[in-house]
């Protein structure tokens, strides 16, 4: 079957550059964020999420920013390698949810 | 993968027959969920549990019903299996205010 990275936007990028990938949302009430990664073939697996009394948070090679007065949230990787190359989505939690609501996601591809 | 089963993984089936997907997990959430993704569509929410026999319809419920008797399993069911339906199906768990688990998902094929 087709792949789910077929139709998203994609970003290209050089083994060990930094990666930014990027998310407006729609929701002023939301107040917790997550990031995922898809792999092809798997399901998406939790990278890093961030709540909003915070505007940044890292984890290993991780950097999730939210700018809370345009809506909008990145994912920056850094030094990215082959193993990164995935589908990467947002998603956005109103305050007290329980049904996140996720964007369509980044196909992003790392050239060795 | 916060010990989250789906089974089958890979289901060929045909149009008109009934079809179950399964959802296991041993993380105790109290949330469960089934989504559908296509290309050009993303994560698209069906159906999902917030306890034990309490189930709620999703935005793409129609044609789909769903099953929880127990905190650990989830079914999804096709009642009459059709090609629009022919999709990956993924579960996931979780908690409020928390992050979502998924599994590996399922690739249901309908001819």
């Known amino acids: 079957g087709e792949s789910v990275g077929l139709h998203l936007p994609t970003l290209s990028v050089q083994e060990g550059d930094n990666s930014i990938i990027n998310c407006a949302y729609s929701n002023s009430a939301s107040d917790y964020f997550i990031w995922y990664k898809q792999e092809s073939g798997k399901g998406p697996q939790f990278i890093i999420d961030i709540r909003s009394n915070m505007d940044k948070r890292q984890g290993q090679r991780v950097t999730v920013l939210l700018n809370k007065t345009v809506k909008h949230l990145s994912l920056q990787i850094a030094a990215t390698q082959p193993g990164d190359s995935a589908v990467y989505f947002c998603a956005e939690n109103p305050g007290g949810s329980y049904i996140p609501t996720f964007g369509r996601g980044t196909s992003l591809i790392v050239h060795p | 993968d916060a010990g989250i089963t789906q089974s089958p993984r890979h289901k060929v089936t045909e149009t008109g027959t009934p079809v179950t997907l399964r959802c296991h997990q041993t993380e105790n959430h109290r949330y469960m969920y089934w989504y559908r993704q296509d290309p050009g569509h993303g994560l698209r929410l069906i159906h999902y549990s917030y306890g034990v026999k309490d189930t709620d319809k999703g935005e793409v419920s129609d044609g789909y019903s769903v099953s929880r008797s127990k905190t650990e399993d989830f079914l999804l069911t096709l009642e009459s299996a059709t090609s629009s339906q022919t999709s990956v199906y993924f579960c996931?768990?979780?908690?409020?205010?928390?992050?979502?688990?998924f599994g590996p998902g399922t690739r249901l094929t309908v001819l």
């Open positions: 996931a768990t979780g908690n409020r205010g928390d992050t979502q688990y």
